[in-house]
């Protein structure tokens, strides 16, 4: 069996453009949580009510999908393009090895229960 699990961490109002490319090219589900996080950015300061504070985590949108091995360069290509806007905090994307994956409801195994 070879699938594997992409995770990318987005700037959240890219989510809309992200869903609907890796629909195009045949990614059939996916996950959504929102997250906060901080990488190179370190977050950044901010005024509020006369005082500042600073602002660690912001708030970004991991997609979580898994993809025949056929699917991955292409899902990756379609993130990168949707998601990217130059700046910095457009994200990270993952792509790890998944061992098996079973749907629930038909107990079907591997590529199948993607």
Do not use: C, W
Request: net charge neutral.
């Amino acid at each position: 069996m070879a699938v594997k699990k992409i995770e990318a961490i987005i700037k959240p109002f890219k989510l809309e453009e992200v869903k609907e490319a890796l629909t195009e090219i045949g990614v059939e589900g996916l996950t959504v949580t929102e997250v906060k996080g901080f990488g190179r950015q370190k977050g950044h300061t901010e005024i509020y009510r006369g005082s500042e504070y600073t602002v660690d985590f912001l708030p970004k949108v991991k997609i979580e999908v898994v993809v025949p091995e056929t699917l991955v360069e292409q899902s990756v290509a379609v993130i990168v393009k949707n998601a990217k806007t130059g700046k910095i905090g457009d994200g990270k994307i993952f792509v790890l090895p998944v061992d098996d994956a079973i749907r629930i409801r038909t107990e079907e195994r591997g590529e199948k229960a993607v």
